[in-house]
């Protein structure tokens, strides 16, 4: 389809139209969705949180939001419908650009995301975050929980995020840990897939290994998730090392051993059924990708999050 638009992000006059940019043109919001603060009559937003200071190896994430948005050019003309329907057809949804942060003071980092969060959530927005580091998840998880109470946290990860934390620390690897902490996660609910190194604490949390995932269909991994999370509110994080390193170079803690893009969005094609509240995808450091390998993938996972809460648009 040749284009008929340009610049959709702010030409666009209906928030539920098509983007028709020339995906190698225009400016670049998430699917081409209006750029704007104004959350009136708005079902989704999707927001950046330009932060990698809780990084323990490799940095680079602050620049994930910025690749996403870019890679997500790639639906333009070309719109892939896994949920067998226009996902912006009836799902009115905004890119609201980046949450604002003081790079050296890092101190305040989870407060500023907490409060900048809840301020989209009270509008009545479904909010789905382009991180940043796994540091982040921490904040949004507390924005949420002030609405829905503890939560199962769905985590496609390597990683258990589970490690030690004094509650000072900026850490990307312990996340976790404060939401079963905080009580803002009901761990006895959550699941975490992909998991392929070792942290001292599970919390009780149920974990599908690497190597059990790549025996299992994508089916028995659906299952799993809905099963295990009974129905219960949940939110969905998405660290892009959850994949092999092959499907997602571009990340600050690849670990080898990990699923396809193609085996993990067949799962996330089967979660329609998950009482999603909120989602993020995050660990996307675009200078050790290629090719826009690993940001596309995120891009993906992303539209497919919407995907899923275009499915329950009506529910909270
Ligand atoms: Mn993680």
């Known amino acids: 389809m040749p284009s008929k638009t340009i610049d959709h992000a702010f030409t666009a006059t209906s928030l539920t139209s098509a983007a028709t940019d020339p995906t190698f043109a225009g400016a670049l919001s998430f699917m081409r969705r209006r750029f704007t603060k104004d959350l009136a009559g708005v079902d989704a937003v999707v927001w950046g ?5 809780a990084t323990s190896n490799r940095p680079g994430a ?6 996403i948005r870019r890679a997500s050019a790639i639906f333009d003309n070309d719109p892939q419908y896994p949920f067998d329907r226009d996902l912006f057809a009836d799902l009115a949804v905004v890119d609201y650009g980046d949450c604002l942060l003081d790079y050296g003071n890092h101190q305040d ?23 940043g580091d796994h540091f982040v998840t921490w904040p949004l998880l507390k924005a949420h929980a002030a609405l829905h109470g503890p939560m199962a946290l769905v985590q496609f990860d390597a990683h258990q995020d589970t490690w030690f934390d004094d509650n000072r620390r900026i850490d990307h690897g312990s996340f976790v840990a404060r939401a079963v902490r905080d009580g803002i996660i ?32 994508a089916t028995e991994v659906s299952r799993l998730i809905l099963d295990h999370v009974g129905g219960r509110p949940a939110y969905l994080t998405f660290d892009i090392d959850c994949l092999d390193p092959a499907f997602a170079p571009g990340t600050g803690t690849p670990v080898a051993g990990g ?19 909120g989602a993020d995808v995050v660990e996307v450091a675009p200078a050790y990708d290629h090719a826009d390998v690993t940001a596309i993938a995120a891009a993906t996972v992303a539209m497919y999050m919407l995907g899923l809460r275009a499915g329950r648009k009506g529910a909270r």
């Open 62 to 67: 602050r620049f994930g939001p910025q690749a």
């Open 109 to 131: 980092t989870p407060e500023a995301i907490e409060g900048q969060a809840k301020a989209i959530l009270d509008a009545g927005a479904f909010l789905l975050t382009l991180g």
């Open 186 to 217: 009901d761990p006895a609910h959550s699941v975490q897939i992909g998991i392929r190194t070792h942290a001292p604490e599970d919390f009780g949390i149920r974990l599908v290994h690497g190597h059990a995932l790549e025996e299992m269909t």
């Open 259 to 277: 699923p396809s893009s193609a085996k993990i969005l067949s799962v996330m094609q089967r979660l329609g059924d998950l009482d999603i509240r």
């Open 49 to 53: 949180i330009p932060f990698d200071a």
